[in-house]
RNA sequence: CGGGGCGUAGCUCAGCUUGGUAGAGCGCUUGGUUCGGGACCAAGAGGCCGUAGGUUCAAAUCCUAUCGCCCCGACCA
């Protein structure tokens, strides 16, 4: 048992700490709020944005960078994303800093700004501005642009990953010319955001959109893919916005249309954060670790070798050899040999995504090697010993649920490999499901939705008509929120467990973080 | 911003009540014995006790101020 993690059982929110630190994903940095992303941890983000980035060319999407500083008026164009945003900003008011006369040794801020910039909580505005002067005529739509950057909000409570106030994320800005195109583009960037959830990261999502309350200041409609959590509370993992014409009134995006009138463009927005790196760690690690899913994973594969004397340290190194050989092939084996290294080797299983094999040859002992690899999630390790070698097969050992398997090396190839990888994010998909299905309880009237909210956790379907001073109270009652409202209805009609009134509304209450 | 708690070695903390030369465990370095799931022994490096005042012969310890952090709530991807 992991001596440096406390289980789930005892306390989740130190257990997610744990894991994180254990893995080396991520660090408290000296400003509050702030998070350091480590190499581990940065790992994932990259695959995210490797497998997303590639998802979003495929739907016709390009790349763009707008700047981090927005005019501070900007913000107040939009009624309701003022309202939303303008409680977080931070705020730049300065030019530099000068010696403080008053406080010898310290500094002070000078060159007051006429207008004071804003660091982007989210970037509609300025894009928005931008469009607005690109433009023209239907023949300017339309417009399909991502941008991948930082973005700041002054959270008040903060957590790893899940809420930090400077966060990393993709934001997806377009622009078109009728309401349906931009419907069907909100739509299909949900889409994408849902398999890209269950396909790249094992984690099965809700696709759903949003309550008025809970939906993105300034849209029309707010589209969502929620997760369920191991403590069966929620987590909203990527939201997609139909503005509407909200966003082009306040900026001007009008174009020349085919009917040569002047008409106001309908946009959409969609994200995904960091905070997907969370997700991954909360649905599927365990109280031994992190456990990476396979298309994710930085390193696919660990080999721990073990051996007494210099004699075998060069038997077990020889048969190391070729499992890698028939893993990456005779040219990677030399390459990797000329790259500068630690103790450490590192071959490319797939130069295509940059996913590795390692050899840990670190002078330290072969339990000591396990239990890095186990909590740095690894999918598979390989242990060759002496024994081994003899009877010319090795140690497999699965992460997820940590059985083992002896294995001829004769078996070994990529194919092989990528079987097992494809094993066992299956595996995981399918059991991060079985726990959101089983954790997702229907409830017919208030006092049960109360229940379950209290003693059970996880999602609770039931009949709703949404309704703001509604939720509001069964917020304050039981602390859950509306999550989404599913997109798969079952079309049957049932009386709404707040008013009592028929309707045929089903919605998904939980905790959230 | 309300309510709690805490600032002492890289980390987790003891010492403070009742002032008197700075401590432990983990981690780190070196050497040896080890090595198939977190080894052991020995030696060693590492601290303006958050910061600034005050009381005192003497302050990590008492007093005052200040800064910062963590937890619980309100806000949120």
Known sequence: MAKNIKPRSEDYAQWYLDVIKAAQLADYSPVRGCMVIRPEGFALWEGIQRDLDRRFKETGHVNAYFPLLIPQSFLAKEAQHVEGFAMECAIVTHTKLEKDPTKPGTLRPAGPLEEPLIIRPTSETIIGHMYAQWIQSYRDLPVLINQWCNVMRWELRTRLFLRTSEFLWQEGHTAHETAEQAQAETLQMLDVYADFAEQFLAIPVIKGYKTESE????????????????????????????????????????????????????????????????????????????????????????????????????????????????????????????????????????????????????????????????????????????????????????????????????????????????DMHTKLLDRARAFRDANTTVAASYDELKSIVSDKGGFVRCFFKPDRAAEAKIKEETKATVRCVPLAQSGQKGKCIYSGEETDVEVLFALAY
């Open 215 to 422: 939906k993105f200041p300034g849209a029309d409609t707010t589209y969502t893919i929620e997760g369920l959590m191991q403590d069966g509370k929620a987590l909203q993992c990527g939201t997609s916005h139909n503005l509407g014409q909200n966003f082009a009134k306040a900026f001007d995006i009008k174009f020349l249309g085919r009917d040569q009138q002047q008409a106001f463009c309908h946009t959409t927005s969609w994200g995904v954060s960091t905070r997907m790196i969370g997700a991954t760690i909360m649905a599927h690690s365990d109280d031994e670790g992190l456990i990476t899913p396979p298309h994710v994973a930085p390193n696919v594969v660990a080999i721990v070798p073990i051996f007494k004397t210099p004699d075998e340290k060069a038997t077990v190194s020889a048969f190391i050899e070729k499992i890698l050989v028939q893993l990456v092939g005779a040219d990677e084996v030399t390459a990797a040999a000329k790259r500068a290294g630690s103790d450490i080797a590192s071959f490319f299983f797939d130069k295509a995504t940059g996913q590795k094999i390692v050899v840990d040859w670190r002078d330290s002992r072969p339990g000591d090697k396990q239990y890095h690899w186990e909590q740095r999630g690894v999918p598979f390790r390989i242990e060759v010993g002496p024994r081994d070698v003899a009877g010319g097969v090795f140690v497999l050992k699965h992460r997820l649920d940590r059985a083992k398997a002896i294995t001829n090396l004769t078996d070994v190839s990529p194919e092989w490999l990528r079987g097992l990888l494809k």
